[in-house]
């Protein structure tokens, strides 16, 4: 007969087993996002595809979503590099047959990424774009100056 010790410790390594294996699932670099556009992960670079989980999603978000991204400002100082929005901390060219060229920046720049991470929450709230913007330029401007105009 099992003594109630060990049946408590059974049902405790079970518990923690389970929300180990279900915290694990997300990280195949599938997007976690389904409601969302993503770009497949198909033609992207090695060191995007081995960035961390929430890093090459916000790649994926950024390929598929140009029309959103190139509207939102970044705050790290990326604008000194030539960068003209949060789009362009992601992708530095798109040829006229569609291949994209990524820009390695936003490997290494946390900004960039809560910046394109805080989008798409809001985007999945139902927010707006132009809230959205607001919501950036408010957030970030503590880091640095923005890479794009103000919005009036």
Known sequence: MQTPRKIYF????AVFSTGLLAGCAGSSGEPRNSDIAMASLEGMPA???????????S?????????????????CGC??????????????????DGKITYD????????CVDITQDAMRMLKEGKPLPEIRVFV????AQYGPSNMPPTE
């Open 10 to 13: 059974l049902i405790l390594l």
């Open 47 to 57: 060191e995007v595809r081995d960035a961390p989980p929430v890093v090459l999603e």
């Open 59 to 75: 790649y994926q978000f950024a390929a598929a979503n140009p029309e959103i991204l190139s509207q939102l400002p970044c705050f």
């Open 79 to 96: 604008g000194d590099m030539g960068h003209s929005s949060n789009y362009a901390c992601y992708v530095k060219d798109v040829a006229a």
């Open 104 to 111: 390695p920046h936003a490997l290494g720049c946390s900004i």
């Open 137 to 140: 330029d408010e957030t970030y």
